[in-house]
């Protein structure tokens, strides 16, 4: 498994400025051109994107480890945003292949550019990535990992009447209509729905339970659970509540705007901004629940970039615990709070990593205290999101 080394080159201003707002700056690679902008707290900052730092993965290069990219001739104009990357999305597939880029943003006149070096020459990913996990042959960083409250708004309204077993996760195998399937059927109904199938005329909210726990809570969960047996660096789990304008993907979509919760991607409100803040949120008022929670998000997730860990020794409101290998510590991020707690949802939880245990998925005994059982079936593992080396600009 390949490993990464993280080299700070520290470069100061070397041209003048272009006009207005533009300046060149001088990294080892080349020249760019990037631009000064504005907070939404009117503090300036300076913006350089789509900086290449790996040559694209196409062709003979697909699935293998970073060739750092070569140098440039002249200046590289980096007022443009960068590429997604391809990505399923919904019914068509997104984005383009050649998305090795960063966006840097810094509050000086200079830049901390991380240049990546691979050692050796293998390929990217070659076995399954539980497997990987299982092994330890990974790369150690701080890892952040987390899931919204209400991810399941949306989802819930995908109809079980034809397909009920929709429920059951694909990942624990099991045959339709067999035994086995139509048992943890049962059981889902008799935990989430008291018994009865679910309607989403009768059961919207357990529905929207069902779905977060299925698709997102569990699968943050057993991430967290499965990374901790071999993590030699430390594991930070959240959920994220906080329901206010900022909420862009309930604004958006009037179906679900009067759902408590945060939905699937509201989170991104609170760390970006976006195309819908300008339409819908427009201007956050000073003082308001909704800077105020920007603070409070955006603080801890650059004292993560910064220290590996997003409330070190000076930060005094809180401490965010990690995930050890017998308690599961986490923080809930709420609209006027920030909360630690240990065991989010434990009887939801429980009830789907008891499922995974019978169907050994698990090597271990359920982590979690408490007296039921879980909820949902598991899609995969996602929201593995570590940002450890990256630029602030708050």
Known sequence: MFKYQIIIFLVLIIGKCLCENEFLLQIPQGTLRGVQKLNRKHGIFYSFQKIPYAKPPVNELRFK????????????????????????????????EDCLYLNVYTPHESLSYPIIEPEGQTSFITKNPLTIIREGTYNH???????????????????????????????????????????????????????????????????????????????????????????????????????????????????????PGAAHGDELGYLFRTFIHDRIVRKITPGSVEDKAIDRITKLW????????????????????????????????????TVPGVNSDVDRMNFWHNAYFDSNLFTSEPLLISTSI?????????????IYYIFRFY
């Open 65 to 96: 480890e970073p060739i750092p990219a070569e140098n440039w001739e002249g200046i590289l104009d980096a007022t443009h945003d960068l590429p997604d990357c391809t990505q399923d999305d919904a019914a068509d597939v997104a984005g383009q």
């Open 141 to 259: 960083v701080p890892l952040i990992v987390g899931h919204n409250d209400a991810e399941g708004m949306g989802f819930h309204f995908v109809p079980l009447d034809e397909d009920p077993f929709l429920l059951n996760p694909t990942e624990l195998r099991l045959e339709r209509d067999s035994e086995e399937a139509v048992a943890l059927l049962q059981k889902i109904y008799d935990f989430y729905f008291n018994g009865t199938k679910p309607t989403l005329q009768n059961n919207e909210l357990s529905l929207i339970n069902v779905y977060t726990d299925i698709y997102f809570a569990y699968p943050s969960i057993r991430l967290a659970l499965e990374h901790v047996k071999t993590a030699k660096s430390p594991i930070y789990l959240y959920r994220f509540s906080a329901d206010t304008k900022l909420n862009v993907y309930k604004r958006n979509d009037q179906t679900i705007a009067h759902y």
């Open 302 to 337: 650059t004292n993560f970039a910064k220290y590996g860990n997003p409330t070190p020794a000076d930060f005094n409101e809180f401490q965010w615990k990690p995930v050890t290998s017998d308690t599961l510590n986490y923080i809930d991020f709420g609209t006027v709070r």
């Open 374 to 386: 879980l909820k949902r079936l598991l899609f995969g593992i996602i929201l593995f999101s570590s």
